[in-house]
């Protein structure tokens, strides 16, 4: 019925805790945006990891059946399929343990860099933020006194080097027109005339 009218506090109030709901929400994005990558980073790295092993498996199956069937006729042979066999299977192991600590280590490195931009990013959101709250509290940002005193010493540094030059000049520019002056004067002598 009656429109009620929100003093300016009352809108800055109001404003204020939009930004801080904003940027609590970005922050809130931005490492849950990171937490999604590092997992997705892993994940696929897991993968690679288990299809290498899983390979290695097939191969060493397989090559331990032909073993298998060639000792039936010669067991000598067979001792000498099996030996290799191991050698190979052992080789094969050893390939698919380098591969998958290789890429466990990269998925590391890229989780550590998408943490730490997600860290950047939430160290801003929070001072943002932080700020915001301290807007609502009513709290000012405090003033730099250092740089007010630096550029206050800085500013009385270059007037009195502007003023020493000043009256360096002024002293300067009295002399000249003082030997100026004495050598354009007219020495005028009375002369009497005795008429």
Same mark, same amino acid.
């Given at each position: 019925?009656?429109?009620?009218?929100?003093?300016?506090?009352?809108?800055?109030?109001?404003?204020?805790?939009?930004?801080?709901?904003?940027?609590?929400?970005?922050?809130?994005?931005?490492?849950?945006?990171?937490?999604?990558?590092?997992?997705?980073?892993?994940?696929?790295?897991?993968?690679?990891?288990?299809?290498?092993?899983?390979?290695?498996?097939?191969?060493?199956?397989?090559?331990?059946? /032909? #073993? +298998? $069937? =060639?000792?039936?006729?010669? *067991?000598?042979? %067979?001792?000498?399929? &099996?030996? !290799?066999? @191991?050698?190979?299977?052992?080789?094969?192991?050893?390939?698919?343990?380098? /591969? #998958? +600590? $290789? =890429?466990?280590?990269?998925? *590391?490195?890229? %989780?550590?860099?998408? &943490?730490? !931009?997600? @860290?950047?990013?939430?160290?801003?959101?929070?001072?943002?933020?932080?700020?915001?709250?301290?807007? =609502?509290?009513?709290?000012?940002?405090?003033?730099?006194?250092?740089?007010?005193?630096?550029?206050?010493?800085?500013?009385?540094?270059?007037?009195?080097?502007?003023?020493?030059?000043?009256?360096?000049?002024?002293?300067?520019?009295?002399?000249?027109?003082?030997?100026?002056?004495?050598?354009?004067?007219?020495?005028?002598?009375?002369?009497?005339?005795?008429?």
């Amino acid at each position: 019925m009656f429109a009620t009218r929100k003093s300016q506090t009352e809108r800055t109030t109001a404003q204020a805790w939009e930004y801080l709901s904003a940027a609590m929400a970005t922050a809130g994005e931005a490492a849950r945006d990171a937490g999604k990558q590092a997992a997705t980073t892993a994940d696929r790295a897991g993968r690679g990891t288990q299809e290498l092993a899983d390979r290695a498996a097939r191969r060493s199956r397989r090559l331990a059946d /032909r #073993s +298998q $069937k =060639l000792v039936g006729d010669v *067991s000598h042979r %067979g001792q000498e399929l &099996a030996d !290799r066999t @191991s050698r190979r299977s052992r080789k094969l192991a050893a390939k698919a343990d380098k /591969r #998958s +600590q $290789k =890429l466990a280590r990269k998925a *590391s490195k890229k %989780g550590h860099k998408v &943490a730490g !931009r997600a @860290s950047g990013v939430a160290d801003e959101a929070w001072s943002r933020a932080s700020a915001a709250a301290n807007a =609502l509290a009513g709290q000012k940002p405090g003033r730099p006194w250092g740089l007010i005193a630096g550029f206050g010493l800085l500013g009385l540094a270059l007037g009195w080097a502007a003023a020493t030059t000043a009256r360096a000049a002024v002293e300067r520019e009295a002399e000249n027109e003082q030997v100026e002056l004495a050598e354009t004067a007219l020495v005028v002598t009375p002369t009497y005339d005795g008429k």
